[in-house]
């Protein structure tokens, strides 16, 4: 296994020597595309206890990639560590951030409330941007979008207390997309709402990620969201969580959701992902019945 955990960027190397520009165009155009994503051999253990064992993927610069798994399998662990709110036991996890950018490396949506209680919407939705020290006509410009894009423009003065779950996690993606990271990191974010609500922002989170296709890294306990949103699913097994499966998502975008749900390639992705997964939930189960853990 690989030495201690390297979080870093991964930066252009720099030209030595000189070259016609021809040839320099014709390497550029023949340069593979750096991922978003880099992990290696990714480990973490709690204790005597492997939380992620030895993952390995690569994520492409504005892919919508989906994580699903049981129960305990890591995948929220994975997440804090591509947050930086964790460090890997081992192996390695490179972020490509452009130099110069300006723009923060990831911004989270939790599952719960994450928002500010004693802030507006708008000054939650401002808050990434006033942190940056941001041109104050631009976070007016670019928190005025976002709340019109999420559909709370006329309630920017309310605060969270007045809003239904929905609406606070509506403010949640808000401040998330203000922000412009180079990465949307989402635990979750709608597990807690009700059916309707969550097809509703669903549909939204879609129609906001198809303006600038941020690379988004997504964990669900959900297939079928998983397979809505997603252009690939990866299927993680039960603790220790590993990589199982990638499933690569071929429908078509924009995706609406209502139609998407009736056509048979949806319901052909959506049975492969649970023949792989069930195993795992069932397993999951079996080592929770062992140990005396909840379920």
């Given at each position: ?131 940056r020290r941001v041109p104050r006509a631009t976070v007016k ?58 097809l509703l922002l669903q549909e939204e989170l879609l129609r ?88």
């Amino acid at each position: 296994m690989s030495g201690p955990t390297s979080v870093s960027d991964l930066r252009p190397p720099t030209a030595t020597g000189s070259a016609a520009p021809a040839a320099t165009a014709a390497s550029a155009a023949a340069a593979p595309v750096r991922p978003a994503i880099r992990i290696r051999n990714l480990v973490k253990s709690f204790g005597a206890l492997t939380a992620i064992d030895d993952v390995s993927l690569d994520i492409a610069p504005g892919e919508f990639f989906t994580i699903v798994g049981p129960s305990g399998c890591g995948k929220t662990t994975l997440l804090r560590i591509l947050a930086g709110l964790e460090h890997a036991s081992s192996g390695t996890v490179e972020i490509d951030v452009p130099p110069g950018s300006g723009r923060p490396e990831n911004s989270m949506v939790f599952q719960g409330d994450s928002i500010l209680p004693w802030m507006t919407v708008w000054q939650n939705a401002a808050y990434g941007l006033r942190m940056r020290r941001v041109p104050r006509a631009t976070v007016k410009e670019v928190v005025a979008h976002y709340l019109d894009r999420t559909g709370l423009t006329r309630f920017a003065d309310y605060y969270p207390h007045q809003l239904s779950g929905g609406m606070r996690q509506r403010v949640a993606i808000a401040r998330a997309f203000a922000n412009d990271p180079q990465i949307l990191l989402m635990d979750e974010p709608f597990s807690a709402l009700d059916a309707q609500n969550k097809l509703l922002l669903q549909e939204e989170l879609l129609r906001i990620w198809e303006e600038h296709k941020k690379t988004v890294v997504f964990i669900t306990h959900s297939v079928d969201e998983a397979v809505l949103l997603g252009d690939r699913v990866m299927v993680m097994t039960a603790q220790p969580g590993r990589l199982k499966l990638f499933v690569p998502v071929t429908l078509a975008r924009p995706r609406h959701i209502m139609d998407l749900q009736g056509a048979p390639e949806y319901g052909g992705l959506v049975h492969r992902i649970w023949a792989s997964l069930r195993d795992e939930v069932e397993r999951a189960r079996a080592l929770a019945d062992e140990s005396g853990a909840p379920q």
